[in-house]
C-alpha cells in the first residue's frame, strides 16, 4: 500500500537501528506507516481520515516515541504493535483529536504464549477511541498510563467468554491516569456506548478510583444484587442447558405411562403403537432461567402374557423430541433426543398393577445464546442418559363404571457430563446431572359403552410431585462453580380419555398443567393410537 509523507520527511524503517527519525508526517485516507521499533517520530503527525499509522512497541529503556500525533477523523487509526517482551513500550508526547488507537498483541499460537505491550502519552486531549487486548486469566495484556489527560474518551470492548479477571478477582485494571483530568466511557465494535460487557462467566462495567498514582479505571463485575456479580449471557446459557436434559428425559418418561389405559383395554395378544408428545415448561431457579418446548414422537410394540394372577405386557419403544430451550437472556438453543427402552405392565386380578420403564437417550445439543452486547455465543455438543420409573396403583371401582386409581410413582436419571467450549472462548464442565422424583396421585374416571365392541373412559388425574435431587454442578471457565437446584415440590392436575373404537384400535389423549416454586408446565400432553392383533 502507498505511503506518502510531507516534503520534509525522513523514514528509516530498518530493524537493525537503535534510532530512526521521522519529521512532519502526514498520512492521508488509503495510506499506512510503519514505524518499526525503537524509532523517533519527530515534530507533528498528522493521520488524516483513513489513515493509518503502526507503531511498534520497543524496550521501556528505549521505546519507540511519537512527539506530537493528530487524529483527524472517525476512521484515523494508529496501532500499537506489541514486540517480544510485555514490557516493551511505546511513549507519545501529545496525542490528541478524534480517532482510534488499537492494540495489536502478538499471537503465537495460544494465549499463554502471546505478548502485549503499553502506551505511555505525556498529554491526552479530544475525543480517541481505545481498543484494548487483554489476557488477565494469565496476569498479562496492554495497558494505557497517562500523565496530563483531558477529554471524553471511549474504550472498545468485546464481549468474551474466557474470564478477564485473576482468579478471586471480579475486576480489572486498563489505565492509569495520574492528573485524573480525563473520562472514559466503554463503547461496543459498532461504536455504539454499553453499559457493560461479558467478561467470562460474569458481566463487567467501566468504573474508576483513586490511587497514590492516579485515577485508575478498571472493569468490575456488576452487582445486581449484593454480593452476587450477574451472570453473563454465555453462563446462563450453559447453566439452562446443563438442566434441560433431565427436564426433557422426565417429560418422555411421564409420556409413556399414558399408555397404560390403552393396555387395559387390550383384547389382542399383541399390539403396536405410537404417538404424539409435547409440553411447554417455565424454569425459575437461582442458576437457571429459561423455558422449554418440547414436541416428538413414540413408537412402540408389545406382546401380552397371560399369568395366573392377571397379564402382563413386556414390550420396546424408540422415541424422538427436539426441543427449544429459550434462554431469559436472548437466543434459542436446540436439543434432539433420540431413545430406546423396555417396559413392562403387569395386571392384577386383585385390581393391582405395577408398571416398570428402563429408558436410553442421546442428547444433540445445539447451544444458541445472544451476548450482552449482541453478538452470537454458539457450542455444540453430545451427552448421553439412562433412567427409569417404577409405578404401583390400585384401581377399584366405585359405583356404576365409576372408578378410582391411587399410584405412587418413583423415576431417576442421571445425564452424563461434559465438556463444553464455545465460540467466545467460555470453557465449561457439566457434571453428570440427576434427577430423583417421587409422585403420588390419583386418577378417577368413568367407562362409557358406545357399541357392541367400543368404549369411552374419560378421567381426571391430581398428583403431587417431589424432586430430590438438589446439587447438580456445573463448572465455568475451569474456576467458578455452580449449583443447579431443582428441587422442591410440585401438583400437577390433568385430564384425559381412552377411546376403544373396536375390538382392535384404541385412540388415547392426555393434557396436564403442573405448578411448583421452581418449575410451572403451563401445558404437558399426548395422543396416541394403538392396534391389537
Known amino acids: 500500500m502507498k505511503t506518502t509523507f510531507s516534503a520534509l520527511t525522513i523514514l528509516i524503517p530498518l530493524a537493525f537501528c ?10 492521508s485516507e488509503g495510506e499506512t506507516s510503519s514505524i518499526r521499533s525503537g524509532a523517533y517520530l519527530s515534530d507533528i503527525t498528522l493521520i488524516n481520515n483513513g489513515g493509518e499509522l503502526r507503531l511498534m512497541a520497543n524496550d521501556a529503556s528505549a521505546p519507540t516515541y511519537a512527539e506530537y ?8 487509526l ?27 498483541s502478538i499471537i503465537n499460537g495460544t494465549a499463554e504464549s502471546a505478548t502485549y505491550s503499553h502506551l505511555n502519552i505525556d498529554t491526552l486531549s479530544g475525543c480517541i477511541t481505545f481498543d484494548f487486548n487483554t489476557d488477565i486469566q494469565h496476569r498479562r495484556g496492554d495497558y494505557l498510563t497517562i500523565r496530563q489527560g483531558s477529554g471524553r474518551h471511549l ?23 495520574q492528573s485524573g483530568g ?34 485508575v479505571w478498571y472493569l468490575g463485575a456488576i452487582d445486581m444484587r449484593v454480593n452476587s456479580p450477574s451472570l453473563s449471557p454465555a453462563t446462563d446459557a450453559v447453566l439452562s442447558m446443563a438442566a434441560a436434559p433431565q427436564l426433557i428425559f422426565n417429560n418422555e418418561l411421564q409420556s409413556l405411562r399414558f399408555r397404560k389405559g390403552s393396555l387395559l383395554q387390550n383384547e389382542g395378544n399383541a399390539g403396536v403403537w405410537g404417538r404424539t408428545t409435547g409440553g411447554k415448561s417455565n424454569i425459575s431457579a437461582d ?17 401380552m402374557v397371560d399369568y395366573e394372577s392377571g397379564k402382563a405386557f413386556w414390550g420396546g419403544f424408540t422415541s424422538y423430541s427436539n426441543s427449544d430451550v429459550k434462554h431469559a437472556r436472548g437466543g434459542t438453543s436446540n436439543i434432539d433426543s433420540y431413545s430406546f427402552g423396555l417396559y413392562g405392565t403387569y395386571f392384577y386380578q386383585s385390581g393391582w398393577y405395577i408398571d416398570g420403564v428402563l429408558k436410553y437417550s442421546h442428547f444433540s445439543n445445539d447451544l444458541q445464546a445472544i451476548s450482552t452486547n449482541g453478538a452470537g455465543i454458539k457450542g455444540d455438543y453430545s451427552q448421553n442418559a439412562l433412567g427409569g420409573s417404577l409405578e404401583v396403583g390400585y384401581n377399584v371401582s366405585v359405583v356404576a363404571d365409576i372408578w378410582i386409581e391411587p399410584y405412587a410413582r418413583l423415576a431417576y436419571v442421571q445425564v452424563g457430563g461434559e465438556d463444553v467450549r464455545l465460540n467466545n472462548d467460555m470453557k465449561a464442565k457439566i457434571d453428570h446431572q440427576d434427577s430423583l422424583t417421587s409422585e403420588l396421585g390419583f386418577s378417577l374416571g368413568k367407562s362409557f359403552s358406545t357399541g357392541e365392541n367400543s368404549m369411552v373412559t374419560p378421567y381426571i388425574k391430581a398428583a403431587w410431585v417431589h424432586e430430590y435431587i438438589d446439587n447438580n454442578n456445573t463448572v465455568i471457565n475451569q474456576r467458578n462453580r455452580f449449583t443447579t437446584d431443582l428441587s422442591g415440590d410440585m401438583a400437577k392436575v390433568g385430564l384425559g380419555v381412552d377411546a376403544r373404537l373396536s375390538r382392535q384400535v384404541t385412540l388415547f389423549a392426555e393434557v396436564d398443567y403442573a405448578k ?10 399426548n395422543l396416541g393410537l394403538r392396534y391389537s392383533f
Open 18 to 27: 537503535q534510532t530512526a527519525f521521522a519529521l512532519n508526517t502526514t498520512i
Open 69 to 76: 500525533v493528530e487524529l483527524n477523523g472517525d476512521d484515523a
Open 78 to 104: 494508529m496501532r500499537i504493535t506489541a514486540n517480544s517482551t510485555d514490557t516493551d513500550m511505546v511513549s507519545i508526547g501529545t496525542l490528541r483529536g478524534t480517532g482510534n488507537v488499537v492494540f495489536n
Open 155 to 177: 474504550i472498545r470492548v468485546t464481549d468474551s467468554g474466557a474470564e478477564i479477571t485473576n482468579p478471586g478477582e471480579k475486576s480489572l485494571d486498563l489505565i492509569t491516569d
Open 182 to 215: 480525563s473520562s472514559f466511557n466503554l463503547t461496543d465494535v459498532n461504536g455504539v456506548n454499553i453499559n457493560a460487557v461479558d467478561g467470562g462467566t460474569y458481566i463487567y462495567s467501566l468504573y474508576n478510583r483513586p490511587e497514590a498514582s492516579g485515577e
Open 287 to 303: 442458576n437457571a432461567h429459561f423455558k422449554l418446548e418440547q414436541a416428538g414422537i413414540e413408537l412402540g410394540a408389545d406382546r
Open 516 to 525: 411448583g416454586n421452581k418449575i410451572e408446565v403451563p401445558v404437558q400432553g
